[in-house]
T-cell receptor, first 112, second 115 residues
């Protein structure tokens, strides 16, 4: 089955810095890659996703890039703010499957 | 107010007891999912259902059971056969049962502690 590796497990940055979280996947057939954010004590929520026919997608301060050849994708957050502090999960899904395989998560801490 | 509701929020259980976690959604979503969240382990899929009266095992189904008698309800039973049941359990739903599409909407979770 699919395996998703996520790094780093924790990331500390200063407010205003950029943050990058990387994920690799094992199954080259995977074609859908969402990112979920879980604030402390709250439910995970989708923040951005990308499909394999696109190399990059942006939404204000967040962006996701995908390298199909290398089978990795990354979340980029620019101008980080304290409210960006949360656990971020990447995930992957294959055609014909209605389930996601999640990475183990990255705890991002943004210090004022 | 549409959403997905899990109950109870906190639950304590003695070893050897079965316990059922409730998950109800009023979003008219076809697919529903149960995930287990442990520190440093991410979200691991226990069971999922794409349609009423049908469900499939996920990656860690042993020691758990589910039912899907109604579209809006997907309860999870943690049985005494589950060797390490203490965890945070998340229920989720998705609008379409079609594969590989759609946002997962999560409930607020149920924290189960086995004493």
């Amino acid at each position: 089955g699919e395996n998703v590796e996520q790094h780093p497990s924790t990331l500390s940055v200063q407010e205003g810095d950029s943050a990058v979280i990387k994920c690799t996947y094992s199954d080259s057939a995977s074609n859908y890659f969402p990112w979920y954010k879980q604030e402390l004590g709250k439910r995970p929520q989708l923040i951005i996703d990308i499909r394999s026919n696109v190399g990059e997608k942006k939404d204000q301060r967040i962006a996701v890039t995908l390298n199909k050849t290398a089978k990795h994708f990354s979340l980029h957050i620019t101008e980080t703010q304290p409210e960006d502090s949360a656990v971020y999960f990447c995930a992957a899904s294959k055609p014909g499957y209605s389930t996601l395989t999640f990475g183990k998560g990255t705890m991002l801490l943004v210090s004022p | 107010d549409g959403g997905i509701t899990q109950s109870p929020k906190y639950l304590f259980r003695k070893e050897g007891q079965n316990v059922t976690l409730s998950c109800e959604q009023n979003l008219n979503h076809d697919a529903m999912y149960w995930y287990r969240q442990d520190p440093g382990q991410g979200l691991r899929l226990i069971y999922y259902s794409q349609i009423v009266n049908d469900f499939q095992k996920g990656d860690i189904a042993e020691g758990y059971s589910v039912s899907r008698e109604k579209k809006e309800s997907f309860p999870l039973t943690v049985t005494s056969a589950q060797k390490n049941p203490t965890a945070f359990y998340l229920c989720a739903s998705k609008a379409g049962a079609a594969p590989n599409t759609g946002e997962l909407f999560f409930g607020e979770g149920s924290r189960l502690t086995v004493l």
